[in-house]
């Protein structure tokens, strides 16, 4: 063979082989470990510590188990302070972050990379403008999430909201919409949606947050976590807790953002009461 012939082929597989891993690596690699079954231990974990996993319909659950399934082959878990990773551990975690995707795309998820888990509250050094000085303060955080891949949450905290399903707090429904939010490029409290859609999205989103707003400033009992009054990203992940949480009570308070939540989420979890 002579030696052109060779580079040709060599090059023609080089770039048969970038091809496919550009474009199908990731859903044959997928599709590979859906092939395996749901082991059932982990079956067994999603009852007992996902609590909106055992009210769905039987086609539901098995959507949720799919992307649990990914999420755990494809996302690295860390334990901090010594903090021990176990399957109760993960499962909870994956549980609650896929059902915030439960009828939306897997994707959604891609750039979600590791997760790092702390046994309670845990203290973060945060910079902080005095005037023309700038001085580290202490923050205690029961989670955060960033936009380059990272998760953070204190374990506490999580099973907490296993402990609470009715409450209006879940940190790992917050964290993860935060992701949700980072997936058009900024934390602004508007998820990617488009059109009509958007329009909607933007304007009773917006009419809601002023209100939230104004009820606070009057020290009125307010319908939503005062959290989600201090900036629109926050905003967003408390809705998203509540959406999930107290389905009923956001629904009776705020009908139309309910109703904008149903259509992103593209679930209403009103019906798996
Ligand atoms: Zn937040």
Known sequence: MSPALTFALFAIAAIAFAVFYLFFYRGW???RELQRPFPRAWRKLLKSQVP???RL????????ERRVQLFLSEKDFYGCDGFEVDDRVRLTIAGHACLLIL???YSDYDEVRSILVYPGAYYVKQPRQNGMVVDMEHQVRAGEASSFGQVVLSWDDCEHAV????SDHNVILHEFAHQLDYLDGSADGAPPLSGEQARNWQETMSEAYEQLQQSLQHHHKSWLDPYGATEPAEFF?????????????LHRKQPRVYESLCGFYRINPMDYQ
Do not use: C, I, M
Not at 57 to 64: A, N, Y
Not at 163 to 166: K, S, T
């Open 29 to 31: 690699k997928r599709q």
């Open 52 to 54: 909106l996993y055992r």
């Open 57 to 64: 319909p039987g086609q539901l659950k098995r959507e949720l």
């Open 103 to 105: 009828a939306r795309s």
């Open 163 to 166: 402990q609470a399903p009715g």
């Open 237 to 249: 992940a408390v809705l998203t807790e509540a959406f999930f949480q107290q389905p009923d009570h």
